[in-house]
């Protein structure tokens, strides 16, 4: 076996691996995203420049410099078992099967399915019993980082599945494609990059400049993935019955649909997953002056929550099922 189809089918076997760690152990307590927010805050509070091209470099800097030490120290950790031996290269599968395991362990904090679809859940469950203050406390917490106060039942439900939907690509489908591109270093530069962007990718004056380098890495290296991750839940709802009433439109109407009703969404990206999420619901979803996505869909209640979390597990694991396929036909 060739070392291509070795590293293929190694990192093949190392996304299943991190999804099954997800869905065994969850995530670790001591969690590296969290590291790596208070490293983007601290460089925050440190900024120095407040006009636009001082602020540009500066977060243009901060990013790049993060992003080396997360891409050298996970390339550090997965060397820690060693360099192949000559044994090992004659009988290739032990030898595969360690660097799996390795590289395994150490992307499994980068996906995070399981808690995606439980804090989900969660928005549900206080729905289903008619307790709207702890939906809204569970979305907040767990989900989205609009003000919740406000949001009425449909409105909290409808969050929650764009929140599932959205980050179906951002904590999956992202991070599991910049890892078989380029291996960890690649799904944890791109963890940085998806970090900065969630804290610093506002258009308000003091983050316009400062998170704009972040906001335009994460635009430019979701663009496939969430194209991918739209394709994926629309995959995964094939054949699928909705609950009471509820219809989605054929498949050529959906791929007729699709990228219009993702371009009511703001930014590049984040509108595909979430419209291919409401047309297999056959749902609308709604951000209060914002957008409305399948406007003829019905307004999502707590089952549909629920739906939607197994929707984004099928989807993910349909994923990684085809990684999975494809490595072993490489090899």
């Avoid at 208070?38 to 410099?65: K, N």
């Avoid at 054929?250 to 990228?259: D, I």
């Amino acid at each position: 076996m060739n070392a291509s189809r070795r590293t293929s089918r190694s990192r093949g076997l190392g996304l299943v691996g991190a999804l099954v760690l997800d869905r065994v152990l969850g995530q670790p307590r001591l969690h590296p995203v969290r590291a790596i927010g208070v490293l983007l805050g601290g460089a925050r509070r440190l900024r120095r420049s407040r006009g636009p091209v001082g602020s540009l470099v500066e977060g243009a800097v901060v990013l790049a410099a993060l992003s080396a030490v997360a891409g050298a120290a996970s390339r550090s950790l997965a060397a820690l078992p060693g360099r192949p031996s000559r044994e090992s290269s004659r009988f290739p599968l032990p030898a595969t099967l360690l660097a799996a395991g390795t590289e395994a362990l150490l992307l499994h904090p980068a996906l995070a399915l399981e808690a995606l679809a439980d804090a989900g859940r969660r928005v549900g469950a206080a729905l289903e019993t008619g307790d709207l203050e702890r939906a809204r406390r569970s979305l907040a917490w767990d989900l989205v980082s609009r003000d919740t106060g406000a949001l009425d039942a449909s409105l909290c439900a409808s969050a929650a599945i764009e929140s599932m939907a959205e980050n179906l690509c951002d904590s999956v489908v992202a991070p599991g494609c910049a890892y078989l591109a380029a291996g960890l270093p690649g799904a944890w530069v791109y963890r940085v990059v998806n970090t900065a962007d969630a804290m610093f990718g506002y258009r308000t004056p003091d983050l316009l400049w400062y998170g704009k380098p972040a906001a335009r890495a994460d635009d430019l290296l979701n663009f496939v993935p969430a194209r991918l991750a739209a394709a994926l839940i629309l995959m995964a709802a094939a054949g699928r019955p909705l609950p009471r009433d509820r219809s989605r439109p054929a498949v050529p109407e959906v791929l007729r649909r699709l990228p219009r009703e993702a371009s009511r969404a703001a930014g590049p990206n984040a509108g595909w997953p979430m419209a291919a999420a409401a047309l297999a619901l056959g749902v609308r979803l709604r951000k209060s002056g914002t957008y409305t996505l399948n406007t003829a869909g019905a307004p999502p209640e707590a089952d549909d929550v629920d739906a939607a979390a197994t929707l984004i597990r099928r989807a993910a694991w349909l994923g990684i099922g085809l990684v999975a396929a494809a490595a072993a036909c490489r090899s």
